[in-house]
């Protein structure tokens, strides 16, 4: 450990330091993120910059060891801890340049259910892979999850479920999108222990995610998909 104590993060060149920053935001060091992503900003990067390279590509790294069962839950909350730290730093410098997002994702657990772990996960790996994420939080009826697409347009909604009698009301959201004709203009992803991919098909969702690595992947693969058609059609 002496040698981690001596490295001082100012005092290595950019490679180095984004290198250094994804190892610290693999054991998820929070003020050795804040630092980094301050020290990166004094030197002129761009603030999409040091999210792309620094904590984008880091959390990318711990996504795919969380999706290979090399780190687990617990390691991976310190994580995206330690990216969160970043992104408060970040967060305000994006706005002001509009740098882009890759989509906007809204998640919320469905009523019945207060179990937030699995959510949270999914809400703060999504960040780290340039999402603009809004967490509704949990026990959501249906009316808050149309609030919630109404105000903030998302490409993404994505519902959470931990209990087995709290599963078949994603269906209940899922048929009322259908009904008010929205359906169609929203990427739907449910996740939760008791639930598969059968289960998703059934209750009409655009895919099951069994963790916050493969929500991500997920995420992304369908923004790009989506990219690509309006590409076609414009």
Avoid at 25 to 49: H, Q, S
Avoid at 132 to 140: F, L, S
């Amino acid at each position: 450990m002496s040698d981690e104590d001596d490295i001082v993060l100012a005092d290595l060149p950019d490679d180095e330091l984004t290198q250094q920053m994804h190892d610290d935001l693999y054991d998820g060091l929070k003020e050795e993120i804040e630092e980094g992503t301050n020290i990166l900003l004094a030197r002129g990067w761009t603030p999409y910059k040091v999210l792309t390279e620094a904590l984008v590509e880091g959390m990318r790294i711990v996504g795919e060891d969380f999706r290979d069962g090399i780190l687990f839950v617990p390691e991976v909350l310190l994580s995206a801890n330690a990216m969160k730290a970043g992104m408060f730093i970040l967060r305000p410098l994006l706005a002001e340049t509009g740098a882009p997002k890759v989509g906007t994702m809204v998640v919320g657990t469905v009523k019945g259910d207060i179990h937030d772990i699995g959510k949270n996960l999914v809400g703060m790996m999504l960040e780290g892979a340039g999402f603009e994420v809004v967490d509704i939080g949990i026990n959501n009826p249906v009316e808050n999850y149309l609030e919630a697409i109404e105000e903030h347009k998302p490409d993404i909604l994505g519902m959470s479920a931990l209990l087995t009698t709290t599963m078949p009301y994603m269906k209940v959201v899922i048929d009322t999108l259908v009904e008010k004709g929205m359906r169609e203009d929203h990427i739907v992803l449910v996740g939760g222990a008791p639930l598969n991919e059968e289960f998703g098909k059934a209750i009409g969702a655009d895919a099951y995610c069994r963790d916050a690595a493969v929500a991500v992947e997920t995420a992304k693969d369908f923004m790009k998909r989506k990219h690509n058609q309006m590409g076609v059609s414009t």
